[in-house]
């Protein structure tokens, strides 16, 4: 693809005997959100390394920004920003400490590198944080000043590995809120998560891996809707009625979980299907304790695309 | 697309400005950590308090023991660098920031050049402090301002060999377990040298070991030319000749090593 801020043909990488990447294909447009989606052991810290020019791919060819990640690995530095799983600051230091020295070793010059500082932290609302060391901010904070060291030069292809991963949901939020301000800055983000919800949220494409390679692309939907979409899940006040609710409720497809007391399955039409269970429920004076529409789980996009559950995160 | 290579528009300034960001970067830590600084420099100078008085020493050094003992802390500190470097090149390792480091365009060296340079500076730091406590105590260097730079800058080689040794165990090792392990095994490799007393107080097999010691050839060409007991001349060449063959060793092979992070 001529537009492609990334391009992976046929990567591999080999740890010992283990395929960290066996053959892995993956297209990025530019200007583009893109989500790696796996578990984890699937690859995917191992392609953003190999990516921003911290580790070398065995074979095949890998572009970013339009040069080879082996070879011209200076020019690809000079155009991308990384945030990867742990936080890769001084802990020590301050904030704009921290910043500033980024700012110096991407050439800013001492006065650039201190103003650049000083915009990033009002941007990530890291302005107050004065000479306070890193090691004493929440996560959610060190993780906001990583995101804004990453985005010293606004580079042309960012890297997010697991961004969120180890936050709590109000860290997570915060996260999420600055990748979604950076998007329609031209920058092209490939994020790798857990995640389908994360993916969901942010990504405008998703490839799903799996062992090192690519089992699925596409958009949220596409990939939801070959994987069967939107579920039902049916919560019963007595699980010794289960079987009578499978039976008569108008569901396909249907798994039932008798310790939690439950049945869940694939819809396609969300509403009548809701609609259809809340009413053949009433009307058999069966007693439910909840049901409600949810999206599929990561857990099952692997079953269905892989034919096996997602090993234990 | 475009695939000629593009070269680094300015490696020597690249290089001299990113050694020099990363040089004040330790700068900005120890103005951070006060306490840790001064924990550092005060080891040395108990030991020397320790072996000074509590141990007594003196085993027929044929001289003040106190003019036998400063010169071998002097060098007993220099050895005793490694493990800091070794902590701190660990810690950078598994902290992720060493990874910020190599994604960005800077010259690739500059993370082990500031590191190199701050430790040097810190062990020069060090050096002043114990000689100064030294005098205090009642040693005295009788060779010459000459012989006395000579003696320092012999101290600061042999610290330079340790730092890239330390550096090179960190590359390999690269985890706080093995810091740890790192750290129990200087003390016997410090003491298994002529520090306190000399080799011929000791039973001969273990006097041999002792001579042999790096440490020990860096020790007694120091005592030479403070002009105190314990030295020998001839062995300035001994000192310069084994820091530089640990260097010929251990610095290709932690740079090497640095290199090999992307393998």
């Not at chain 1, 990640?69 to 742990?86: D, K, M, P, T």
């Not at chain 1, 919800?197 to 596409?222: C, F, H, K, P, Y």
Request: no cysteine; charged share 20%.
């Amino acid at each position: 693809m001529a537009d492609a801020a990334i391009t992976v043909e046929g990567a591999r990488k080999r740890y010992g005997k283990k395929d960290a990447l066996d053959g892995l294909d993956l297209t990025v447009a530019r200007g583009t959100v893109h989500a790696v989606l796996g578990p984890n052991g699937a690859g995917k810290t191992t392609l953003v390394r190999i990516l921003a020019t911290l580790l070398r791919a065995d074979a095949g060819r890998i572009e970013v920004a339009g040069h080879d990640v082996a070879a011209e690995a200076y020019a690809v530095r000079l155009r991308i920003g990384l945030l990867g799983q742990h936080a890769a600051l001084d802990e020590e230091l301050g904030g704009p400490q921290n910043l500033e020295m980024f700012g110096r070793l991407h050439h800013l010059g001492a006065r650039r590198a201190r103003a650049r500082a000083g915009e990033l932290l009002a941007r990530f609302e890291l302005a107050d944080t004065g000479r306070k060391p890193v090691s004493a901010y929440s996560g959610g904070m060190r993780r906001r000043l990583d995101l804004a060291a990453s985005l010293i030069t606004e580079p042309e292809v960012l890297f997010l590995d697991e961004p969120t991963t180890g936050l709590d949901p109000r860290g997570r939020a915060e996260v999420w809120d600055s990748v979604r301000s950076l998007v329609g800055g031209g920058t092209t983000v490939l994020l790798t998560t857990q995640y389908l919800e994360e993916a969901d949220q942010l990504a405008d494409r998703i490839s799903v891996v799996d062992a090192g390679r690519v089992v699925a692309d596409g958009t949220a939907d596409e990939l939801k809707a070959a994987t069967g979409g939107d579920r039902v899940d049916v919560v019963l006040r007595d699980a010794g009625q289960l079987g009578a609710a499978v039976a008569l409720l108008p569901l396909t497809g249907v798994r039932v979980d008798p310790d939690r007391r439950l049945l869940s399955a694939p819809v396609t039409d969300r509403m009548a299907a809701l609609s259809g269970v809340v009413r053949a429920l009433e009307e058999a004076g069966l007693e439910a304790e909840d049901v409600a529409l949810r999206r599929p789980t990561l857990d099952e996009v692997f079953l269905h695309l892989t034919d096996r559950p997602k090993e234990a995160v | 697309m475009s695939t000629s290579t593009v070269p680094h528009p300015n490696p020597v300034s690249h290089a001299l400005t990113d050694s020099w960001t990363m040089t004040r970067r330790e700068l900005a830590r120890w103005a951070r950590q006060p306490v840790a600084v001064a924990v550092n420099l005060v080891f040395p100078v108990m030991l020397l308090l320790m072996f000074g008085y509590l141990v007594g020493g003196g085993r027929g050094v044929g001289g003040e023991y106190v003019d036998y003992l400063v010169p071998g802390m002097l060098a007993l500190t220099m050895a005793f660098g490694l493990e800091g470097t070794m902590i701190a090149v660990t810690q950078d390792l598994n902290k992720g920031v060493v990874d910020r480091f190599r994604s960005l365009p800077m010259a690739n060296g500059a993370v082990l050049v500031g590191r190199s340079a701050a430790d040097m500076l810190q062990s020069a730091l060090g050096l002043t402090v114990l000689i100064g406590v030294g005098y205090a105590l009642g040693w005295r260097a009788h060779g010459g301002p000459g012989a006395f730079l000579g003696a320092v800058g012999l101290l600061l080689l042999f610290r330079f060999a340790m730092l890239w040794i330390g550096i090179f165990l960190a590359l390999v090792a690269g985890k706080p377990e093995l810091v740890q392990a790192v750290q129990i095994l200087v003390w016997p490799v410090g003491f298994l040298s002529n520090a306190f007393a000399t080799p011929d107080s000791m039973p001969g097999w273990l006097g041999a070991v002792v001579q042999w010691n790096p440490m020990s050839q860096t020790a007694t060409a120091v005592r030479d030319l403070f002009g105190g007991p314990g030295g020998e001349s001839g062995h300035v060449w001994t000192a310069v000749a084994w820091p530089l063959a640990l260097l010929v060793v251990f610095f290709p092979l932690a740079v090497g090593r640095f290199a090999r992070l992307s393998k």
